[in-house]
């Protein structure tokens, strides 16, 4: 019988490393790369708001099914056996929530204090995407002002980026005076999240959302839907600059919390998905292809970020020249222009 034991608890970690190779491209690699105290612990976080994350964009699933799901799934995450064989997304998420008794059976087994620290983030993360979840055709999920796209971004964001910190004290591998200021940590997850934000406007609004801040677009179109239109070229690609300029602001602190890191494996696990918002962010810097078709960059370049990735130096070089490709690429005729070029000699003063 504890023979049984072993093999079953082997087949359950076995099927949460499949899970996470299926739903994330870039994450994978970096989770599997961490200190064998943090590897299993950041994979399960990882599972349980991909689990989340697939819940809130399920957009199949009615507002009256959704909203205690997203506001209970921290305690969903200590009921054994529990599955979801509702949601009508993506096969390889919609998977993971049939499934998802193998994520709580290995969730279960971490050490208390990681329980604890993934518990009340999973809590605050949904309760934040259940605040602003709604079921209105085209959408502006009440994104109006800027601060209201600071407090979504948290909420589905910056709070993972508090949590991993977070973890990263609880294990000992990182000393709590470097990385306390949450502030800093939550710039971490709003750097991602906005690139992502802004580079997926065109996938986004084909499932009839978007998650653009009112007060950014509304300055050069009437609705969301416009800024894609032929005839609205230049009114579309100032609105993408406008919002890549507000994504840059957190650049400066996100350096200076990369800095602070002393374990290899969580620097590497931190700086490679920035280095790769940053590549992203200068794709997309004044190009209307955001309009046409889902814009990435190259699997080869990205293998070249990873491997120049390795210690502040190097990523503070990496920043540095997709800095200034986005200076070269800066227009005098977009309203931005100035403030492009000051954040971008900012970000060039910190490296
Ligand atoms: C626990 C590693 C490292 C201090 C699933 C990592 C969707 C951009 O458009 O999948 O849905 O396909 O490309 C990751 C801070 C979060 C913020 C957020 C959890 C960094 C659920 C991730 C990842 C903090 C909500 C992936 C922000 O986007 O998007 C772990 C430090 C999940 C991090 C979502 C987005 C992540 C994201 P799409 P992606
Ligand atoms: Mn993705
Ligand atoms: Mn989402
Ligand atoms: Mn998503
Ligand atoms: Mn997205
Ligand atoms: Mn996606």
């Known amino acids: 019988s504890s023979q049984k034991k072993i093999k079953s608890d082997r087949s359950t970690k076995t099927r949460c490393y499949e899970f996470l190779n299926m739903t994330s491209r870039s994450f994978a690699a970096v989770i599997q790369n961490l200190d064998d105290e ?12 991909r689990g989340l994350d ?3 964009d399920d957009m199949t699933l009615s507002i009256e099914k959704k909203d205690p799901l997203l506001r209970d799934f921290y305690n969903i995450i200590r009921v054994e056996g529990w599955r979801f064989e509702e949601s009508g997304d993506q096969e390889k998420d919609r998977q993971l929530l049939v499934e998802f008794y193998v994520v709580i ?8 204090k990681y329980q604890k620290v993934i518990t009340d983030i999973c809590k605050k993360v949904g309760n934040g995407m259940a605040d602003y979840a709604t079921d209105a055709a085209l959408n502006t999920y009440g994104i109006i002002s800027l601060g209201d796209f600071d407090k979504y971004c948290h909420y589905v964001a910056g709070l993972v980026g508090i949590g991993l910190t977070n973890l990263f004290i609880a294990s ?7 990385t306390r200021d949450e502030a800093i940590a939550n710039s971490m997850g709003l750097f991602l999240q906005k690139v992502n934000i802004t580079r997926d406007y065109l996938e986004d609004i084909s499932h009839g959302r978007c998650y653009w801040p009112k007060a950014i677009w509304s300055q050069y179109a009437s609705n969301l839907y416009e800024l894609k239109n032929p ?3 230049t009114e579309a690609i100032n609105c993408l600059s406008a ?10 602190q996100n350096l200076t919390y ?19 918002a940053i590549a992203t962010l200068a794709l997309l810097f004044r190009n209307y292809d955001v309009y046409r078709k889902v814009v990435k960059i190259r699997k080869g370049q990205t293998l070249a970020l990873i491997k120049q990735s390795k210690n502040i130096y190097q990523v503070a070089a990496v920043f540095r020249y997709y800095t200034q490709q986005i200076m070269k690429k800066n227009d005098a005729r977009d309203p931005n222009f100035l403030k492009i070029s000051i954040v971008c000699g900012q970000i060039e003063q910190w490296c």
């Open 38 to 49: 943090l590897r299993d612990v950041v994979c399960l976080f990882y599972l349980i708001l």
């Open 54 to 56: 697939t819940i809130e």
């Open 105 to 112: 059976d290995e969730f279960l087994k971490l050490d208390e």
């Open 172 to 178: 000992g591998l990182e000393a709590e005076i470097a």
């Open 231 to 233: 005839g609205n070229e």
């Open 243 to 252: 919002m890549l300029l507000n994504t840059l602001q957190h650049v400066t």
């Open 258 to 276: 990369m800095n602070s890191l002393r374990n290899q494996s969580i620097f590497e696990f931190c700086a490679i998905p920035q280095v790769m």
